[in-house]
């Protein structure tokens, strides 16, 4: 059973900047196929999808134009980061980061991330 457990959520001031991280256990070699996404859900909103990382390292972003995002894995230590640079106070929501193999979806529990003066 794969788990997936987010870490890096904090309280932070406009303009901070964040890395979170997703670690995958009980996947074996297997990661390394997995289509990694992030995403986040804000208090009474639906989950919206953020970025998707391919297995070859390919990074698709929701909105390619924010440039405030930056998605990234590490194969071989069976992780998935997402970097957030000048953070917004509509940035804040809990992030959550799933794993796709052949249709299979794993989720992890989210961190919370909170941006406010």
């Known amino acids: 059973q794969v788990q997936l457990v987010e870490s890096g959520g904090d309280l932070v001031l406009p303009g901070g900047s964040l890395r979170l991280s997703c670690v995958a256990s009980?996947?074996?070699?297997?990661?390394?196929?997995?289509?990694m996404r992030w995403f986040r859900q804000k208090p009474g909103k639906q989950r919206e999808l953020v970025a998707s990382?391919?297995?070859?390292?390919?990074?698709n972003y929701m909105d390619p134009e924010e440039g405030r995002f930056t998605a990234s894995r590490d194969d071989p230590r069976n992780t998935a980061y997402l970097q957030i640079n000048n953070l917004e106070v509509d940035d804040s929501a809990v992030y959550l980061c799933?794993?796709?193999?052949?249709?299979?979806?794993?989720w992890g529990q989210g961190t919370q991330v909170t941006v406010s003066s």
């Open positions: 799933n794993a796709e193999l052949l249709g299979q979806n794993w």
């Open positions: 009980g996947s074996g070699s297997n990661f390394r196929h997995y289509i």
């Open positions: 990382i391919s297995t070859g390292g390919t990074v």
